[in-house]
């Protein structure tokens, strides 16, 4: 355990990133299974509409660490063709 009043402070300073970390990368994870699910069901419009709504979400998710940038394009790549190809 943390002895020093510095090394406690940066103890609870990493328990509160953590968490916050993790409610953005389960938020994240969230809106990737709704435009999966869209996609699944063949419901384009839905899907196109979740794809919109989850875009945002991702990219903030990339642009704060929570996951790698290219990870997040790679994943927007792959689900915008899926919902292209439903047509």
Same mark, same amino acid.
């Given at each position: 355990m943390a002895? $020093? /009043?510095? $090394? !406690?402070k !940066? +103890? !609870?300073q +990493?328990?509160?990133r953590r968490q916050q970390n993790a409610s953005l990368r389960s938020m994240a994870r969230t809106y990737l299974k709704r435009v999966i699910n +869209?996609? #699944? /069901?063949g419901d384009k419009a839905a899907a196109e /509409? /979740?794809?919109?709504? +989850?875009?945002?979400?991702?990219? $903030? $998710?990339a642009n704060k660490g929570i996951f790698h940038a290219n990870k997040i #394009? !790679?994943?927007k790549s792959r689900l915008s063709a899926k919902i292209k190809a439903m047509a």
């Open positions: 002895n $020093s /009043a510095g $090394s !406690r !940066r +103890a !609870r +990493a328990e509160k +869209a996609i #699944a /069901a /509409a /979740a794809f919109k709504t +989850a875009q945002p979400v991702l990219d $903030s $998710s #394009a !790679r994943h």
